[in-house]
């Protein structure tokens, strides 16, 4: 038995577990420990690949249990979260009050579920369809089309971070507003599936010719998180994005 060859898929078992106990968290609203979880969930997803390619031992099974476990913590656990983060902007009727006639609330034996913010599970579909998509393309090995999967997972973590620790009134003011976290959700969901060449942090060469649109996108990012602490995240992605379409021609 070539025990090395399972050393990567036991990485990415890892990821999963990470991203199982997210969602436990994330249901009960702890954003805080689901998002740690995820971050670790995150950092086995880089390094079950790295592993992979340095012991040589790339498998299609590998790449499959890559992507399912992907789903569950980049997939799943966003989309709880802003299915919560949408729950709190929608005034669901008291039992007391509750009538027979339709009011966008199901109730089964006490309990109540609101339609809207069912919403948010449009991006464990996105990511699901966009995973799906990663794993039968061949050209994605140096970039992306569209918005990893992680990176969104990142995106969408950014708002109960910021939340809890930025402690803005404007901020938080934006992110408990329906309309945003619809206009967000639709909007990754479409990222995550679009055809746009997004660069790689994938390092050939360290030289700074060869890496310059990486460096630049590095250091902005070091400087705007400093500034902006966990509102920085949001606006990494934005840069991340604008970086790459302004790239277009040399991302390949």
Known sequence: MNIKKHIPNFVTLLNLFSGCIAVIFAVYGNFIIAAIFVFTGIFFDFFDGLLARKLNVQSPL?????????????????????????????????????????????????????????????????????????????????????????????????????????????MNSIIINKWFLIGITLVSSYLLNSKIKLFALKFKEWSFRANTMRYIFLALSIVTLIIFQFAAIPLIIVLYIVLSLSDQKNIH
Do not use: M
């Open 62 to 170: 590998g790449i499959q249990l890559d992507s399912l476990a992907d789903l569950v913590t980049s997939g799943v656990v966003p989309g709880i979260i802003i299915f919560k983060l949408l729950s709190l902007t929608v005034d669901t009727p008291d039992f007391a009050s509750y009538n027979d006639s339709w009011n966008s609330v199901f109730h089964w034996q006490g309990f109540k579920l609101s339609v809207l913010p069912l919403i948010g599970f449009l991006i464990p579909l996105a990511s699901a369809y966009r995973l799906a998509k990663f794993n039968l393309d061949e050209d994605q090995q140096t970039y992306f089309k569209g918005l990893p999967v992680p990176a969104n997972t990142l995106f969408i973590l950014s708002f109960p971070l910021i939340l809890e620790f930025q402690n803005n009134d404007i």
